[in-house]
C-alpha cells in the first residue's frame, strides 16, 4: 500500500475519532445542563453563570440550542420560592 494510502487512512480514523469523541463530550456537557438544580443557597449569579458556561462550550462544539429552550431549561432548575418569577416570564 502506498505511504499516501496509509496517511489517507491514517487521518480518516483520527478524524473518526474525534467526532465520537465530539459526541461523548456533548452527552456529557447536556446532561450537566439538563440535570442542574439551583438549591436556593449561594450565589445566583454564580448558579447563571455556570449554565451559560455549559451552553458556550455546546456552541463552541456546534450543537445549538434555541434561546427559548436554554431559558426554560434556567426556569426549570429554579426551586419554588421563584414560583412568582417563572409566572412572570410564562405570562
Not at 483520527?14 to 459526541?23: E, L, Q
Not at 456552541?59 to 409566572?87: E, G, M, W, Y
Amino acid at each position: 500500500m502506498p505511504e499516501e494510502e496509509n496517511a489517507k487512512k491514517f487521518l480518516s480514523q483520527i478524524a473518526d475519532h474525534f467526532v465520537d469523541s465530539k459526541k461523548v463530550e456533548i452527552s456529557t456537557i447536556l446532561s450537566k445542563l439538563v440535570s442542574m438544580q439551583y438549591k436556593g443557597k449561594g450565589n445566583i449569579r454564580e448558579y447563571i453563570m455556570e449554565m451559560s458556561n455549559l451552553v458556550t462550550r455546546l456552541r463552541a462544539l456546534k450543537f445549538k440550542l434555541s434561546d427559548n429552550i436554554i431559558v426554560h431549561l434556567f426556569l426549570i432548575s429554579l426551586p419554588t420560592q421563584f414560583s412568582p418569577f417563572k409566572i412572570s416570564y410564562n405570562t
